[in-house]
């Protein structure tokens, strides 16, 4: 049987390593060609035995195609052995390499807004294959990840096991290295999720994908906020707060003349005053066929300010990878929206 690596700790490997039987060290040297040279190609592992190497699985994906901003951001659109495919994103900056990883083929909350909704929720990604991403963005980029988002296709709160052991192989010293600060999961604001989230032993952040400030707009935009109330993720984001002492990050997505206005900042003001945290805005990036706009940089700085004003700690996030339609699901789905024989 295969030794799916990406989806094995250490401990787990030495395990099976000793039912072959092979020596527990080579674990360790699996470890190091794996997490710390990349390695995607068993082949390549030079002090394995060649009958070893047969037995060993890193990838079960490939990226099928692939995306390169005038800003430095790659987009990789990556797909599984069944077929599906998720998206995934690199973005450099001055200090940082941030992996914007998926967790679900697909997505179910239906924001209406956004391309992955549209694309419609396949399954779960195994926590191999949400690492999996991580490996082909350092191959294809040749630079090596530092940190890394959950903000990608998917809810990562809803595929919770998987996710989380992705997490813990990111900040596992003897394998991604990762420090947990560098480690953010994006929710849509999963109540039990966030909670279950504040008793595990992870000084990692925590970003709800707010994007109104009131439960009725919230419940327009946001379908899978039907039966969830804003106070109900307030309540469970405070809980978080408190036992992980980590301020909550609010995202909010600037849509032109659905939640950009003077009263909608205003009761963004009164929620994140209720909450140890501090907002994100963020300027929406159009899908096609979808009915919604961005707002003018003029008009998100004037909400920005309204923020600032009212005494939140807020920020307007730097729009990347605009020229290669970096949203979730948009490679995505103008792939599959392509008709055969286009040549693409």
């Not at 060649?50 to 995306?67: E, G, P, W």
């Not at 970003?207 to 919230?218: Q, V």
């Amino acid at each position: 049987m295969k030794l799916p690596l990406l989806d094995m700790t250490l401990d787990q490997l030495r395990a099976r390593l000793e039912e072959i039987p092979a020596p527990a060290y080579r674990a360790d040297q699996l470890a190091d060609w794996v997490y710390r040279k990349g390695a995607t190609d068993p082949a390549t592992m030079t002090n394995i035995p060649a009958d070893l190497r047969d037995r060993v699985t890193i990838l079960t994906s490939r990226v099928a195609a692939q995306a390169q901003s005038s800003d430095g951001s790659l987009k990789l659109l990556v797909e599984y052995e069944d077929g599906q495919q998720v998206e995934t994103v690199l973005i450099p900056t001055d200090n940082r390499v941030t992996a914007c990883l998926s967790t679900q083929a697909g997505c179910a909350m239906g924001c209406r807004f956004c391309a992955s909704a549209a694309g419609g929720w396949a399954r779960n990604l195994t926590a191999g294959e949400i690492l999996q991403q991580v490996l082909h963005l350092q191959k294809v980029s040749g630079q090596r990840v530092n940190h890394v988002v959950f903000m990608g296709m998917g809810e990562p709160l809803a595929n919770y096991n998987a996710t989380l052991a992705a997490v813990r192989a990111l900040i596992d010293p003897q394998r991604f290295g990762l420090s947990a600060r560098s480690v953010t999961i994006s929710t849509v604001g999963l109540p039990a999720g966030i909670r279950r989230l504040a008793r595990e032993d992870l000084p990692i952040t925590l970003a709800i994908s707010l994007h109104a400030p009131n439960d009725p707009l919230r419940r327009e935009l946001i379908p899978a906020a039907e039966s969830v109330t804003i106070d109900e993720i307030i309540d469970a984001a405070t809980e978080f707060f408190d036992a992980r002492k980590r301020e909550v990050t609010l995202e909010y997505l600037l849509i032109a003349d659905v939640n950009d206005s003077a009263l909608c900042a205003e009761g963004l003001a009164n929620i994140a005053r209720r909450l140890r945290c501090n907002v994100n805005l963020i300027i929406y990036n159009p899908v096609a066929d979808l009915p919604f706009r961005q707002p003018g940089v003029e008009g998100a700085k004037a909400f920005l300010e309204r923020l600032r004003k009212r005494g939140v700690n807020a920020h307007l996030r730097k729009s990347r990878g605009a020229d290669i339609a970096a949203a979730c699901g948009q490679l995505r789905r103008q792939r599959q929206n392509q008709e055969p024989g286009t040549g693409e």
